[in-house]
């Protein structure tokens, strides 16, 4: 399914805007940092909002890490939530030690 989006989103691109593949970065937003998975795909020259390391997943990749069984069961994602986010409050109070010292 994944490999049928980028051929068909690139495939897409290129017939209508001219832009050969190699100019083409696809990449993905998902949970926690967007409330619903999407793909984007951009020229490379763009400097798109989100694409930085902590926000996207490039397709290709996640198709490769695809290929391995386990890859997502054992991988760490790191991810960022800015402090206004709703889920930041979450976070910082799962990763805050109780008040009187106590490590449970």
Do not use: W
């Not at 989006?5 to 083409?24: C, D, F, M, V």
């Not at 290709?60 to 695809?66: E, G, P």
């Amino acid at each position: 399914m994944l490999n049928k989006i980028k051929n068909e989103g690139t495939a897409a691109i290129t017939e209508k805007y001219g832009l050969p593949a190699s100019r083409i970065r696809a990449f993905f937003h998902y949970q926690p940092t967007f409330y619903h998975l999407h793909i984007h795909f951009t020229n490379i020259h763009f400097d798109a909002p989100g694409r930085n390391a902590e926000k996207a997943h490039m397709l290709t990749t996640v198709i490769s890490n695809l290929q391995y069984d386990d890859y997502y069961k054992k991988a760490t994602i790191p991810f960022v939530v800015g402090e206004k986010d709703p889920l930041f409050a979450l976070y910082d109070h799962c990763l805050k030690p109780p008040a009187n010292g106590s490590t449970l």
